[in-house]
């Protein structure tokens, strides 16, 4: 079986994000679709003073609330670059291996990419090739198809010639009431992660859901083994 997932571009995804990527053969960032505010394409959340806090990217929508994820631009008016890179200094410095993430902040730092979604796809992908995760990525903009929700999905498969669609089990309501089992000949699997609890420095007791940015400053390349 030939598997792909497809998900919109995240800000510092959490561990079940790269979970899924690691689970399949294909991955398409859903980067043509529209942006939500204060979603996870523009948030997360880190180990900031002992508790969970936000990381947030300020934004800008050219095209008001119609605006795709693919068109948000970082607000650089606001220091959000440098302040997220403080805070994540500040609360990680220590860890054993802050000092193999520099390739994050680098990505964090380039003020020539303004596109919100580059940003974030950049960082998945570093974050994959660190942890030697083999899927290949792809964009959905990069085809064209004009069509909506679980067509779209379908359709994005056969691009790719994936013959099982593997979705969060989030999507599951709007997948039964589209009937995309009865209407699309291709499997489909729901994806769970749960999540493995590890030794989290900093914190008095575990906190799950943080960005994976937490996982990798304590356990480094060996991060993937809690995938």
């Known amino acids: 079986m030939t598997k792909c997932a497809i998900m919109q571009p995240t800000y510092l995804p959490w561990v079940g994000y790269f979970s899924l990527i690691q689970y399949v053969d294909y991955f398409i960032f859903l980067d043509d679709v529209q942006f939500s505010r204060q979603s996870w394409q523009s948030r997360n959340k880190v ?26 631009l970082v607000d650089d008016n606001q220091k959000w670059r440098e302040n997220h890179i403080q805070k994540l200094s500040q609360s990680y410095g220590k860890h054993p291996f802050f000092n193999e993430l520099g390739y994050i902040h680098d990505v964090m730092n380039d003020y020539s990419n303004l596109n919100l979604s580059k940003v974030n796809e950049n960082i998945i992908i570093k974050i994959s090739n660190y942890l030697n995760i083999q899927t290949i990525f792809f964009h959905s903009s990069s085809f064209d198809i004009k069509a909506n929700r679980s067509e779209k999905l379908y359709l994005l498969c056969q691009e790719v010639k994936a013959d099982t669609y593997v979705s969060p ?12 089992e009865a209407l699309y000949p291709i499997g489909l699997e729901y994806f769970c992660h749960s999540q493995k ?13 943080l960005s994976i940015y937490d996982l990798l400053a304590n356990y480094g390349r060996n991060s993937v083994d809690f995938l």
């Open 197 to 209: 609890p590890y030794a989290q420095r900093g914190a008095r007791e575990f906190i799950e859901k």
């Open 169 to 180: 089990p989030g999507s599951k309501e709007y997948l039964d009431e589209d009937e995309f």
């Open 47 to 72: 180990l900031i003073n002992g508790v969970s806090g936000w990381l947030s990217v300020p934004v800008l929508r050219p095209n008001g609330l119609k605006t795709s994820i693919n068109q948000v």
